[in-house]
């Protein structure tokens, strides 16, 4: 689907949704089957087992929209991954993150289509990557082939796995409009995924402004499915806790499209048919972020921060906050809807008072007031500083900045997003000299994140973060764990009886970063799974010398710069 093709399918669903809405519709309508739009065809199902889903387009992750569907794969690896169209490879990646063993297909209709996690490449892929990551020595690689490898609709590119940032074995697969690369929801094709069940619209959530309450509470107030009226005194904005599940798995997904309603006139809309790689991180600003970083419930804001860059909203919704006047009743409608037609909605009734008494507040004790769009800087007599680029958060917030009570520095708040890193210089070290430092957050008593940072003069540590919480400097001169495992078959369910030489690698603190190995001075590919702390080489390779000994250098790097090193004499087979 070429640029304009699509851009024209947009305008007619936007078409389409203002028909349903009318003159004097008092509820906010949803589109039709596959978006308001007959399901479009020419893809084939990537897999040959009934599809049943356990991540749809849209679904809130972590920093991320989902920009696929993660397909089931009867609980294994192994299953034959078949092209949705005719196309040449354009993309091969393998790592141990991410999308692991991933390939990407492009059509000639001006679509890609994109197969992540894979176990492994069909030939003669797998063979020429082989042969690159040896002529390059990289472990990792991502890049376009430099030969045309030309696939039919229905052959088969590889086989299901669980590789990369996998939390079990799927497929995760893509449609992408290749001239830009932008995803598209790919759930607007006939794939035949069995869906008759509504999405739940579980709560609505009212926040309330400085000076404003609801229900009596100057807090966030979760509203059940059982309540139907609330009195306001002052302004709100609003979220609604909102997923799908399909027919055939319980697991949670995300809703198509939201619609609301104020005083039956259109007040917000959001609909999730493409997405945008270059503003992924703008997921944050759209779900309610101090419950979602916390508990990864599916809430979405009805409203759009100042920052939000996301192409998911429509130009006419309106934002922002709900004014109810003392004596005021206002009428709220909300609906929701799956890409298949499913629907749920919810009406909730605002009932003006007057504002309670202003209360005294006591100003905070330490931080600055951030705004969003200008750069920030902050720093203390004890030699804290903090460094913001503009449009690094989403809004104007207050930023705390000073000492944590125990230990640490507060680095703003851990309940407010980020999309831009910004620096750090902590006052004072753990004294370690001046190799293996980390700054850690903290978040409810456990590490959340370990950052790698460099020692200032006179003991000071720097380092660049997106993530706002408590800090406290740390040494990382331990290097990571190294145990060498017999030759052994490897395990891996399409080679059980494949012979490889395999290493436990794990690091307390900081994480490996890189693990690399030789024989008698001559690189070996390294099939590395930090999921199960384990690296090693597959003798079908053939970098070895059968029959010989060697000496095998086997070495593993964390994020501090530690370097551990296994040395020993192997004896292939």
């Not at 419930?297 to 921060?305: A, E, G, K, N, P």
């Not at 500083?385 to 000492?403: I, K, M, S």
Request: net charge negative; with cysteine; hydrophobic share 40%.
């Amino acid at each position: 689907m070429h640029r304009p093709v699509f851009a024209a399918l947009r305008f007619a669903h936007i078409f389409l949704i203002a028909i349903l809405l009318g003159v004097g519709q008092i509820r906010a309508q949803v589109p039709e089957v596959r978006g308001g739009l007959p399901p479009q065809t020419g893809l084939a199902a990537p897999l040959q087992v009934p599809l049943v889903l356990a991540g749809n387009f849209g679904e809130l992750r972590s920093n991320h929209f989902h920009t696929g569907l993660d397909f089931k794969t009867l609980g294994r690896e192994g299953l034959p991954i078949i092209a949705a169209t005719n196309g040449v490879v354009s993309r091969i990646r393998t790592g141990p993150y991410g999308y692991g063993n991933a390939l990407y297909l492009n059509s000639p209709e001006g679509l890609t289509t994109v197969y992540a996690h894979l176990q492994r490449f069909a030939e003669p892929v797998s063979t020429w990557l082989c042969e690159e990551q040896y002529r390059s020595e990289q472990n990792e690689y991502d890049a376009a082939p430099r030969r045309a490898f030309v696939f039919s609709q229905g052959d088969t590119l590889g086989w299901s796995g669980n590789s990369g940032s996998s939390g079990g074995p799927h497929l995760h697969f893509e449609v992408r409009e290749t001239a830009t690369q932008r995803p598209i929801n790919p759930l607007l094709w006939d794939f035949d995924v069995a869906d008759s069940r509504p999405p739940q619209l579980s709560a609505v959530w009212l926040i309330p402004e400085a000076g404003s309450e609801a229900d009596g509470r100057s807090v966030p107030v979760r509203l059940d499915a059982d309540v139907e009226r609330i009195e306001v005194a002052g302004r709100v904005r609003v979220a609604a806790e909102a997923f799908d599940r399909l027919s055939a798995a319980h697991n949670v997904c995300g809703v198509y499209h939201i619609a609301v309603e104020l005083d039956s006139v259109p007040w917000f809309e959001a609909t999730l048919d493409t997405l945008d790689f270059a503003v992924a991180r703008d997921m944050n600003a759209h779900a309610f972020y101090p419950i979602w970083q916390r508990n990864r419930d599916q809430i979405h804001r009805l409203h759009r921060l100042p920052g939000n860059r996301l192409p998911i909203y429509d130009r006419s919704s309106r934002s922002g906050l709900i004014d109810v006047l003392p004596g005021q009743t206002r009428h709220l409608h909300i609906a929701v809807a799956d890409v298949h037609g499913n629907r749920a909605s919810r009406t909730l009734t605002l009932v003006g008072i007057p504002r309670p008494p202003a209360a005294p507040e006591d100003p905070p004790t330490f931080g600055a007031a951030l705004r969003y769009d200008v750069p920030f800087t902050f720093a203390d007599s004890s030699g804290l500083r903090v460094e913001v680029p503009a449009d690094a958060f989403y809004e104007d917030t207050w930023f705390l900045c000073g000492p944590a009570v125990g230990k640490g520095w507060h680095i703003g708040s851990s309940d407010l997003p980020a999309r831009k890193d910004f620096t750090v210089e902590l006052p004072e070290h753990a004294g370690c000299g001046f190799r293996g430092h980390v700054a850690v957050r903290w978040e409810d008593d456990e590490i959340e994140a370990v950052v790698p940072g460099r020692p200032l003069v006179g003991g000071g540590l720097k380092f660049t973060t997106r993530n706002p919480g408590v800090y406290f400097a740390a040494c990382d001169t331990v290097p990571p764990h190294i145990a060498v495992r017999s030759l052994r078959p490897s395990g891996l369910p399409e080679q059980p009886r494949a012979l490889a030489l395999q290493f436990e690698v794990a690091d307390d603190l900081s994480g490996v970063e890189e693990v690399s190995a030789w024989a008698d001075g001559c690189w070996l590919r390294l099939q590395w799974d930090p999921k199960k702390d384990r690296a090693y080489y597959l003798l079908e390779d053939g970098r070895h010398l059968p029959g010989e000994t060697q000496t095998v250098v086997f070495e593993a790097r964390d994020a501090a710069g530690n370097v551990a090193e296994w040395s020993g004499q192997v004896r292939w087979p």
